[in-house]
């Protein structure tokens, strides 16, 4: 006797003792499974279940959305803006990241408050979307709700849902999407001095408000985690720690900024900023090192003494010198030009970057965003082959 003798009502009972993984494995095997699995609203609420791991979550988005096929299908369409973006926002950029929470998709911009102290720092966000699927008709309907900050006088920053903008998220892609506004949000200021509003505002710990365009292009930050190998033979070589990730640093007077650190197959390890400023806005590459180091036998004592002295912020020594150029510009990115930079790498996770015609070093440290569970990415990922039969 076959498993597949058994009646439909059975097979449900079994197969929903199954992982979430597993369950989508067995439905790949026959035609009468695969059906099996796509028209039984048992079967989605154990595997939605096992894939959310919060029963509470499902029973709440179920209010919602009133089909677990329908929430299946939110995820499949939407999973891919799961992870961290970077927003073309000129010239001050933005950090967004997008994950599931409560049955919904939200968007949350992160930024850094900056203490007195060296090294005192605050990660600090606020919402600026959700998807929230809906039903209607038993046809799936997604609806975009936006928040802006009401900066009214004696109001504070709080967060308002932007109920007449008519606005939507466009052209998604694995790698890149857009957010559409009906019209061009003014953040209520006269922003004279952008620069001082910002700082105003970070020092205090909160995000500035920003001029939102009607377009704005949002492209997936793609690095390695330390997690995984690298096969740059320089890391091999040296057992450093693989350096790509996302950082943070004080630029001088434009206050921190935050920039993804990468190896690109020149040999060449870049720092391209996040969020930037009216000289080196975002976008563009702050700084390019040879993935190599400098000899030991080249670099003088007295040569790395002072470069010792230089970063004393640090807390830890000098481990490898690595020669390259930095990006200066004038303002708007004006006469943009190279010059020679160094990286300084330390045993903890810090480095320095010396733009030696300016002689002040700049000390990145790692900024560790909350850790989430990529819910939709995971059931895409399962649901990528789609079923075996035409």
């Known amino acids: 006797m076959s498993i597949l003798d058994l009646n439909d009502r059975l097979l449900v009972q079994i197969l929903s003792k199954l992982s979430f993984e597993n369950i989508l494995q067995a439905s790949r095997c026959c035609k009468r499974l695969w059906g099996l699995v796509w028209e039984s609203e048992e079967l989605w609420y154990y595997v939605l279940k096992d894939l959310l791991e919060e029963e509470v979550v499902i029973r709440q988005t179920l209010g919602l959305v009133g089909s677990y096929r329908l929430l299946a299908k939110f995820l499949v369409i939407y999973s891919s803006l799961e992870g961290e973006w970077a927003g073309d926002i000129q010239p001050r950029g933005q950090l967004l990241r997008v994950e599931y929470e409560d049955g919904v998709l939200v968007g949350k911009i992160y930024g850094l408050s900056v203490g007195p102290r060296v090294g005192e720092h605050r990660l600090i966000n606020r ?100 997690q995984q190998q690298s096969e740059h033979p320089a890391d091999a070589e040296h057992n450093d720690k693989l350096l790509e990730g996302i950082y943070w640093a004080l630029y001088g007077l434009h206050g921190p900024e935050i920039i993804v650190v990468t190896y690109n197959d020149k ?15 975002c976008g563009k590459v702050s700084f390019s090192i040879d993935a190599n180091p400098v000899a030991s036998h080249l670099l003088p004592p007295e040569v790395l003494a002072v470069r010792q002295a230089s970063v004393q912020a640090a807390g830890d020594e000098i481990t490898h010198v690595h020669p390259g150029t930095g990006t200066v510009a004038e303002e708007h990115f004006g006469h943009p030009r190279s010059i020679m930079a160094e990286m300084l790498r330390f045993r903890n996770e810090k480095f320095a970057i010396v733009w030696l015609e300016l002689g002040t070093p700049i000390l990145f440290r790692p900024l560790k965003l909350p850790e989430y569970r990529e819910v939709g990415r995971k059931f895409l990922a399962s649901m990528a082959s789609g079923p075996p039969f035409s």
Request: with cysteine.
């Open 127 to 226: 919402l600026l979307f959700k998807l929230v699927p809906e039903n209607y008709n038993n046809e799936l309907k997604v609806t975009c709700k936006w928040f802006r900050l009401d900066s009214a006088v004696g109001q504070g920053s709080r967060e308002l849902p932007d109920d007449d903008a008519e606005d939507s998220i466009a052209d998604i892609r694995m790698d890149e999407f857009t957010l559409i506004r009906s019209t061009e949000e003014d953040p209520g200021e006269v922003l004279t001095n952008p620069r001082d509003v910002y700082l105003r505002y970070i020092s205090r710990g909160e995000l500035p408000p920003e001029r939102l365009p009607r377009r704005t292009t949002y492209r997936r930050l793609k690095y390695k985690t330390q």
């Open 267 to 281: 040999g060449k390890i870049e720092g391209r900023k996040i969020t930037g400023d009216i000289n080196v806005p």
